[in-house]
């Protein structure tokens, strides 16, 4: 099935929230991809002075509500809260330790398989959540089904397609892609200030041990001036689309088609 494929009923509170009941999970469950969880994983933190604290969590939402519009998949409530350690100079931020949240997604990866629900797909918003790739490790080590989206071929195919300008390497935060997402999904959230915004820092090799701060005082690092509502609904469908080989995988590694 691909994104323009059957569409399974899906609602959300603000794009966020699923509006599910426990009805229509059951009903649902007859198929073998229903049996297939996508967590979105967010983050609270800066994203300059125009996106919100919720950006990445918006984002991840946005990818993981068309993900459930297209593949008839059991939609997860986010994770808001997430490694955003980078970033703790700035007002606003808030973390979590990556123990943490290796802890949070493993339970409840485990919490679904107790409801029959065998394999969770983590829609990653935040590049800073690098645990997110042991989690997934670990548990793929132990015979379970479980896989990161979008893979950085995801994005870069998905920023090809949408006519992205800025590479992947600079637009590393509150930039090209984001700004151009949030402006299709969610433009009551974009204020003013990112026309003029851009800000590039392509040598950050240090980020780890000094931070955010040491690169930029905006909290910028890309170029939001070249972001679009356009853009950002072929971000989503290129997104969309890529998402089928992963349902594909997660399936088929029970030997059901």
């Not at 409801?115 to 793929?140: K, P, R, W």
Request: proline content about 5%; some cysteine.
């Amino acid at each position: 099935m691909s994104g323009s494929g059957a569409r399974a009923a899906y609602g959300a509170v603000g794009g966020v929230l699923p509006t599910d009941t426990t009805l229509d999970v059951r009903n649902r469950g007859a198929g073998v991809s229903a049996q297939v969880a996508v967590l979105p994983v967010g983050s609270f933190e800066q994203h300059g002075p125009f996106l919100p604290l919720a950006t990445d969590t918006l984002v991840a939402c946005a990818v993981a509500r068309e993900i459930a519009a297209a593949y008839p998949v059991h939609l997860l409530p986010p994770v808001t809260v997430s490694c955003s350690h980078e970033h703790a100079d700035w007002p606003g931020t808030v973390s979590i330790s990556a123990v943490t949240l290796h802890a949070v997604v493993s339970d409840i990866a485990a919490s679904l398989r107790r409801s029959g629900v065998d394999a969770l797909v983590v829609v990653n918003g935040h590049g800073g959540n690098y645990v997110l790739g042991n989690v997934v490790q670990e548990a793929s080590a132990r015979g379970e089904r479980m896989a990161l989206f979008p893979a950085a071929e995801d994005w870069e195919a998905a920023r090809e397609r949408a006519g992205v300008v800025t590479s992947l390497l600079t637009d590393m935060h509150a930039g090209e892609i984001e700004t151009s997402i949030l402006l299709h999904a969610h433009p009551e959230f974009v204020r003013p200030g990112h026309e003029s915004a851009d800000f590039t820092a392509d040598d950050r090799r240090h980020l780890l041990t000094v931070g955010m701060s040491a690169y930029t005082e905006s909290g910028v690092i890309g170029r939001p001036s070249l972001g679009s509502a356009e853009k950002g609904k072929e971000l989503l469908a290129s997104l969309t689309d890529a998402f089928e080989p992963y349902l594909g995988l997660l399936t088929s590694l029970t030997g059901r088609k």
